[in-house]
């Protein structure tokens, strides 16, 4: 009798949970722009957000720690004079910022740790190459100061941000609308999808197409394409018959797909999201309720479903977070900031454990905020693998783990020698000691509040004299 093997693995018991009402962020009124991007960046210290802004364009950028309703008057960053397409974060610094719009322009911006209580409107670089709206922007993963971004002008433009200079233009690889852009895991390799069906992998120092598939995916609509840490690439698109897809390719053998899946028959562009560190693919659609997530293995069938987190609300864009953002104490692999019409919800995606130990197999060493690269480095020729950290020092053991050891044991006490006493008494040299010392701590915190009540009135003195004009 033969019976069903059930495939082995980690992962297979990833569910998502959404954050309660009090841990969201309420009243942001999220941007109506009709433009395929994900309309949120996020790292450990901020999460960023394309708002509605009236005579230009701009974005929120909220502390992660800071949830709940968020005031109407909030400072924001607007200099664009056309609305924000597209924001990234930069790897290698989590106070700088980088956005395309469609005023043709590539902003870059310094956040401050603690935000100010004005408006940011100077940027720190303004980058100009484009004649048409930009609206694709990608840091380099390794490279300090690398920037990419591709416009509606079919150019791919690499800058030095560091200063302001294009390094690369790549002006004639694409004949029409490019879809994304994506890097290898070094930075060695870009991948595009463009209107024209081709998905095309492209060595930007040489200004070059490696290769290219045409009729990646049959249908009208628009494809995504991303590189995997082993360098084959995962796109996702549209049949013929209006199907959503998704495929698994080897750039060395690109005729035909490693797997194809065909998933539904709904409109929305599906936006691939990718954790190297579990190999997880999570696929979230424009306009659905639900975020599907798939883990890719070495043997076939390659691409392994392994569930869905479905909710009520429609999602108008997707912001994810970082490896070095997450909550390790509580196994958690992804976390998602789901835009609504109104507010953006965090959503957790965790690994049931029993154990509260650090787990090791589920947070290998991760790419931390150290460049490997400079841009002049990168430039010449050299490619390296990202700085690897370690994410055991963000693990906080919870509290019912932590063991309370007394001062003294209390099985060594001896039965008294003397007579029975009653417990409630205790020795007269001891409670004089104390008692003394106690009135003297009493005595010295007396004096240094007279000493600053004093220092107070004299203050306010001063100030009442500065206000009337007297001083």
Same mark, same amino acid.
């Given at each position: 009798?033969?019976?069903?093997?059930?495939?082995?693995?980690?992962?297979?018991?990833?569910?998502?949970?959404?954050?309660?009402?009090?841990?969201?962020?309420?009243?942001?009124?999220?941007?109506?722009?009709?433009?395929?991007?994900?309309?949120?960046?996020?790292?450990?210290?901020?999460?960023?957000?394309?708002?509605?802004?009236?005579?230009?364009?701009?974005?929120?950028?909220?502390?992660?720690?800071?949830?709940?309703?968020?005031?109407?008057?909030?400072?924001?960053?607007?200099?664009?004079?056309?609305?924000?397409?597209?924001?990234?974060?930069?790897? @290698? %610094?989590?106070?700088? &910022?980088?956005?395309? !719009?469609? #005023?043709?322009? +590539?902003?870059?911006?310094?956040?401050?740790?603690?935000?100010?209580?004005?408006?940011?409107?100077?940027?720190?670089?303004?980058?100009?190459?484009?004649?048409?709206?930009?609206?694709?922007?990608?840091?380099?993963?390794?490279?300090?100061?690398?920037?990419?971004?591709?416009?509606?002008?079919?150019?791919?433009?690499?800058?030095?941000?560091?200063?302001?200079?294009?390094?690369?233009?790549?002006?004639?690889?694409?004949?029409?609308?490019?879809?994304?852009?994506?890097?290898? @895991? %070094?930075?060695?390799? &870009?991948?595009?999808? !463009?209107? #024209?069906?081709? +998905?095309?992998?492209?060595?930007?120092?040489?200004?070059?197409?490696?290769?290219?598939?045409?009729?990646?995916?049959?249908?009208?609509?628009?494809?995504?394409?991303?590189?995997?840490?082993?360098?084959?690439?995962?796109?996702?698109?549209?049949?013929?018959?209006?199907?959503?897809?998704?495929?698994?390719?080897?750039?060395?053998?690109?005729?035909?797909?490693?797997?194809?899946?065909?998933?539904?028959?709904?409109?929305?562009?599906?936006?691939?999201?990718?954790?190297?560190?579990?190999?997880?693919?999570?696929?979230?659609?424009?306009?659905?309720?639900?975020?599907?997530?798939?883990?890719?293995?070495?043997?076939?069938?390659?691409?392994?479903?392994?569930?869905?987190?479905?909710?009520?609300?429609?999602?108008?864009?997707?912001?994810?977070?970082?490896?070095?953002?997450?909550?390790?104490?509580?196994?958690?692999?992804?976390?998602?900031?789901?835009?609504?019409?109104?507010?953006?919800?965090?959503?957790?995606?965790?690994?049931?454990?029993?154990?509260?130990?650090?787990?090791?197999?589920?947070?290998?060493?991760?790419?931390?905020?150290?460049?490997?690269?400079?841009?002049?480095?990168?430039?010449?020729?050299?490619?390296?693998?990202?700085?690897?950290?370690?994410?055991?020092?963000?693990?906080?053991?919870?509290?019912?783990?932590?063991?309370?050891?007394?001062?003294?044991?209390?099985?060594?006490?001896?039965?008294?020698?003397?007579?029975?006493?009653?417990?409630?008494?205790?020795?007269?040299?001891?409670?004089?000691?104390?008692?003394?010392?106690?009135?003297?701590?009493?005595?010295?915190?007396?004096?240094?509040?007279?000493?600053?009540?004093?220092?107070?009135?004299?203050?306010?003195?001063?100030?009442?004299?500065?206000?009337?004009?007297?001083?």
């Amino acid at each position: 009798m033969s019976r069903r093997v059930v495939r082995q693995s980690k992962f297979r018991h990833v569910f998502g949970q959404a954050m309660k009402a009090d841990q969201c962020y309420e009243d942001i009124r999220v941007s109506k722009v009709t433009w395929d991007s994900s309309f949120c960046a996020v790292n450990p210290k901020f999460v960023a957000i394309i708002v509605e802004s009236g005579g230009g364009g701009a974005f929120l950028v909220l502390q992660v720690a800071k949830t709940g309703r968020v005031d109407k008057n909030h400072p924001l960053v607007c200099g664009h004079t056309a609305p924000v397409l597209d924001i990234d974060w930069c790897p @290698h %610094n989590d106070n700088v &910022i980088a956005s395309g !719009s469609e #005023d043709c322009t +590539v902003m870059v911006w310094q956040i401050p740790d603690h935000l100010t209580l004005r408006s940011i409107t100077d940027p720190i670089v303004v980058l100009e190459g484009h004649s048409k709206r930009v609206g694709i922007i990608s840091w380099h993963p390794t490279a300090r100061n690398v920037l990419l971004s591709a416009g509606s002008d079919n150019l791919i433009i690499i800058w030095n941000v560091g200063t302001g200079d294009p390094l690369i233009t790549l002006d004639e690889l694409h004949t029409d609308l490019i879809y994304n852009v994506c890097w290898n @895991h %070094n930075g060695s390799l &870009i991948c595009t999808t !463009s209107k #024209d069906k081709r +998905v095309r992998i492209i060595d930007p120092r040489e200004q070059c197409i490696v290769i290219e598939k045409e009729k990646a995916h049959e249908g009208a609509r628009p494809m995504r394409a991303i590189f995997l840490a082993d360098g084959k690439v995962f796109t996702t698109g549209f049949s013929k018959m209006s199907e959503r897809q998704l495929a698994l390719w080897d750039p060395k053998n690109f005729d035909e797909p490693m797997a194809l899946q065909e998933m539904d028959t709904s409109n929305g562009v599906l936006l691939p999201f990718y954790d190297a560190d579990s190999s997880i693919v999570y696929l979230c659609g424009k306009g659905d309720s639900s975020i599907r997530y798939f883990e890719i293995t070495p043997e076939c069938p390659y691409v392994h479903y392994i569930s869905t987190f479905s909710s009520k609300e429609p999602q108008r864009g997707m912001g994810f977070m970082t490896r070095r953002g997450l909550d390790v104490s509580r196994c958690e692999i992804a976390r998602f900031f789901k835009l609504h019409e109104r507010k953006c919800e965090p959503i957790t995606m965790t690994v049931p454990r029993k154990s509260d130990l650090f787990q090791d197999d589920l947070y290998p060493d991760t790419p931390g905020p150290e460049p490997a690269l400079d841009a002049e480095e990168w430039m010449g020729g050299k490619n390296a693998n990202a700085v690897l950290v370690s994410l055991r020092g963000s693990y906080i053991p919870p509290k019912n783990r932590e063991l309370k050891l007394a001062k003294r044991n209390l099985l060594d006490n001896k039965p008294p020698l003397g007579p029975r006493r009653s417990y409630s008494t205790c020795e007269s040299n001891f409670s004089r000691v104390t008692l003394e010392e106690l009135l003297d701590e009493v005595k010295s915190l007396k004096v240094i509040v007279q000493s600053q009540e004093r220092r107070i009135s004299e203050l306010e003195n001063k100030l009442s004299k500065f206000t009337n004009g007297t001083a």
